[in-house]
């Protein structure tokens, strides 16, 4: 049996500005901060509970229910371990950071464990006007990256199609920083002439050429202890990347018809949708710059790779661009969206919800608000319901025997991970089960 903590394990504990609680190896909860108790359970005590029942409301440990655990991976790596987690908050389901710290006693196992919690307020697993939100495994994979390098200041790469949110990411990426509350400058790097380029970056001196009529600083001068986001950097003609290099491994810069260098201070990230790889290849490309801006690279995924979350990109949407009116999705246009390939990602989403908020008048968008949609992924309706080649529906049927249908689809899509699948559904993983079982 676990002895309890002694005073030495608990000012550590409560030392702690952000929440923390201190675990057992059974993930029995034995002491926690008042940070604890105020910010993610209005003050009462959980001492006695385990982890996973106050944090998910799950009936059994984070790995058996298809999460991943930080204190089983800390159990394994014999190191701290730190995972994005979406928990149970008074506010409803939000992200999480959790930080799991070993507290040996006088053996080598550890005998107890230091969970701290720091709510990340860069996404959100609910419908919000701004930001990032998300819930599908390919979206936390990305987040754990974003608050990974967050806090280096490494240059990063985000590579990804066109209309997958780089510069949101970018922004994330600033939010998340030591540098948050610097200037986060964009350039978008698409179209600059060789002259625009130096003026926009280095700023320039008054006559130093023709219709310079004054002394201008540059976006380096602007973006002074933040973040400068090159969009496009693979657009960056060639002859253009030669002075990009020289910025990046001296810091330094000199504003056009000036001698003086200056001194820069930014963290640099760039994004693409352009292949680097064979632009290097294809003599496009710098190799020695590629290898300064890609120090961390991160690949964000198409939409059609987080079908989970169109439902609350969409209400997101909505919330942004429409924020007089409550306006909901029809069951039969989220099953639509979610058999669409968007080939033009979150950008196109927004598109085709802009157009169906103007043609709808009342609060709930349907299918024939949709039109081009309907055109473009080949679906017509039976008694309302979408029809596509994803889901094979040959007559009529009711929305329970609908329901089941598409439930067989899942778990064939999903076999052996039901607390996942709960979550691409947007059920508990009790609905799920029984559900299952009624299906049986």
Excluded: W
Aim: hydrophobic share 40%; with cysteine; charged share 20%.
């Amino acid at each position: 049996m676990t002895p309890f903590p002694s005073e030495v394990e608990l000012n550590k504990l409560f030392a702690y500005p952000d929440p923390a609680a201190l675990l057992d190896r059974n993930y029995r909860i034995l002491a926690t901060n008042e940070s604890y108790r105020e910010i993610f359970h209005h003050g009462e005590e959980m001492a006695g509970r385990t982890c996973y029942q106050v944090s998910h409301g799950f009936d059994k440990p984070c790995d058996e229910a298809g999460e991943n655990c930080p204190l089983k991976a800390l159990m394994r790596s014999g190191s701290p371990e730190r995972m994005i987690h979406i928990h149970n908050l008074p506010v409803g389901k939000e992200f999480v950071v959790v930080e799991i710290i070993p507290i040996k006693g006088n053996g080598k196992n550890p005998i107890y464990f230091l969970e701290v919690l720091k709510q990340t307020l860069i996404a959100s697993a609910q419908p919000k006007a701004t930001g990032l939100v998300g819930v599908s495994p390919r979206f936390m994979h990305l987040l754990d990256e974003v608050h990974k390098v967050a806090h280096t200041s490494v240059p990063v790469l985000l590579l990804g199609e066109s209309g997958t949110g780089k510069e949101l990411i970018a922004r994330a990426l600033h939010d998340a920083s030591d540098r948050a509350n610097a200037p986060f400058v964009p350039v978008e790097c698409s179209g600059l002439t060789e002259t625009l380029f130096e003026s926009e970056l280095f700023g320039h001196r008054k006559g130093s050429f023709t219709g310079a009529l004054a002394d201008k600083n540059g976006l380096v001068d602007a973006v002074s202890g933040g973040t400068l986001f090159m969009d496009e950097i693979g657009d960056v003609p060639h002859a253009l990347q030669v002075k990009l290099l020289r910025l990046l491994e001296s810091h330094t810069y000199r504003k056009v018809g000036d001698t003086k260098p200056q001194r820069a201070n930014f963290r640099l990230v760039c994004a693409t949708n352009r292949n680097l790889d064979k632009m290097m290849a294809q003599g496009q490309f710098r190799q020695d710059l590629y290898y300064r801006i890609s120090t961390y690279p991160i690949h964000l995924p198409p939409l059609r790779e987080r079908l989970e979350d169109i439902g609350l990109l969409a209400q997101s949407i909505l919330k942004r661009i429409a924020p007089e009116r409550v306006i909901q999705l029809s069951t039969e246009v989220l099953f639509l969206l979610r058999n669409y390939y968007f080939p033009g990602n979150i950008r196109e989403l927004v598109n085709l919800l802009e157009r169906a908020r103007i043609k709808a008048g009342g609060q709930t968008l349907t299918p024939e608000h949709f039109p081009d949609l309907l055109s473009q992924t080949h679906v017509t309706t039976v008694e309302g319901i979408p029809r596509s080649a994803y889901y094979s529906i040959t007559e009529p049927m009711t929305f329970k025997a609908l329901e089941s249908h598409y439930l067989r689809h899942m778990l064939n899509d999903h076999p052996g991970n039901q607390a996942q699948l709960a979550q691409i559904l947007g059920v508990s993983l009790r609905t799920l089960t029984r559900k299952i079982a009624e299906l049986r």
